[in-house]
């Protein structure tokens, strides 16, 4: 009797929660979300365990993340999913790198970058001058990867069905000469970005090579995609600071950092809150990743006047006149109309 007595609030607690489970994954076959879920735990932790929020409010309904899979981003703002793109498809993007870096092709809208302790020093026709690409939307073999299938079908659960690639990157996080100054300050990608929702932005980025505390790899703070956008300035460093590398002014030091080591295809998916970084390169070699910023072509352009984003609005509106060779005043939105790709749906607000 005492045993049938205390089962019978369980039971009720469970079958409760089965609905609310099925109610939430609605696009998978009826109640399958939530079975999956109650009978991945043991039945004592079944309530306890398996707390996923009543609103998802950073992932859409879809068919393939696990329950599991979109607690784990809407609670720490990231997932990493391993083996995503294929070693092939890397080198193919590693060779087209080497051609850009020689020089063998030419990219529109392309934007080149050096590491602060060689920008300066004589030109070396290889990829050790170059620390980063940015904006290669319009070089189809690059672009390539910003629509990859295995790519776009994650991109979606977070963006819904209408894609737009905003920001493309292919870092090349070189040897650090001594003064940190390969080091990526922590900082928030929406402090670049003139566009909203936040949560209908996010990140996909691939370890072109195994990525690790000694090459550098992403630092994230958990969780903090959920605060809001922070002042960002240029940091204090004492060996100089890469162009654009601005970095968040102050966070909350206590939150535990965590290094994502990665295997090569590997691929993060990351909200534009997220407080991230990336650490010093203390080898030999030239770490290589491939990100894109994706974003819902539903998102609309702000205007970024008398708000934190003022200090990188002016940087880049200089480097976009320069590059397009425009005269009249400029907007940092203008900046990501000329720059934006559709990669899948129609392209409607962006
Ligand atoms: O790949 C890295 O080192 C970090 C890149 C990054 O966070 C960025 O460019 O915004």
Request: charged content about 25%; aromatic content about 10%; proline content about 5%.
């Amino acid at each position: 009797m005492e045993g049938r007595g205390t089962e019978a609030p369980a039971a009720r607690a469970s079958l409760r929660l089965r609905t609310v489970l099925g109610h939430l994954v609605s696009s998978r076959p009826a109640g399958l979300a939530g079975v999956a879920a109650l009978t991945h735990f043991p039945t004592s932790a079944q309530v306890a365990t398996a707390k996923y929020p009543v609103h998802f409010r950073y992932t859409l309904d879809n068919n393939l993340l696990s329950p599991e899979q979109r607690h784990f981003y809407e609670e720490n703002g990231y997932l990493v999913i391993k083996n995503l793109v294929s070693d092939e498809d890397i080198e193919r993007f590693r060779d087209e790198f080497t051609k850009i870096c020689r020089k063998e092709v030419t990219v529109p809208g392309l934007v080149i970058m050096r590491d602060v302790s060689i920008a300066k020093s004589e030109f070396i026709s290889d990829q050790k001058a170059i620390s980063k690409i940015q904006d290669f939307a319009f070089h189809d073999e690059l672009f390539r990867y910003c629509t990859l299938p295995q790519i776009v079908k994650y991109v979606e659960c977070f963006t819904g069905p209408n894609i737009m690639a905003m920001h493309t990157m292919l870092i090349n996080k070189p040897p650090d000469p001594g003064r940190k100054t390969s080091r990526h300050p922590m900082h928030q990608d929406l402090h670049y970005f003139s566009f909203r929702p936040a949560d209908r932005i996010v990140c996909a980025w691939t370890a072109m090579e195994r990525i690790d505390r000694r090459n550098g790899c992403l630092v994230v703070l958990p969780g903090t995609h959920k605060g809001d956008l922070k002042q960002h300035d240029y940091p204090d460093w004492e060996g100089g600071v890469n162009k654009m590398y601005h970095g968040v002014r102050d966070y909350d030091r206590s939150i535990p950092r965590v290094h994502l080591a990665m295997e090569k295809g590997d691929t993060v998916f990351f909200h534009p809150l997220l407080i991230h970084g990336s650490g010093m390169n203390k080898t030999e070699g030239f770490r290589k990743a491939i990100s894109c910023h994706y974003a819902s072509s539903d998102c609309y352009y702000i205007d970024v006047k008398g708000t934190s984003q003022e200090n990188i609005e002016k940087e880049v509106v200089e480097i976009a006149k320069k590059k397009y060779g425009i005269d009249s005043s400029m907007a940092l939105k203008d900046a990501w109309r000329l720059r934006a790709r559709l990669v899948k749906g129609e392209r409607r607000s962006l």
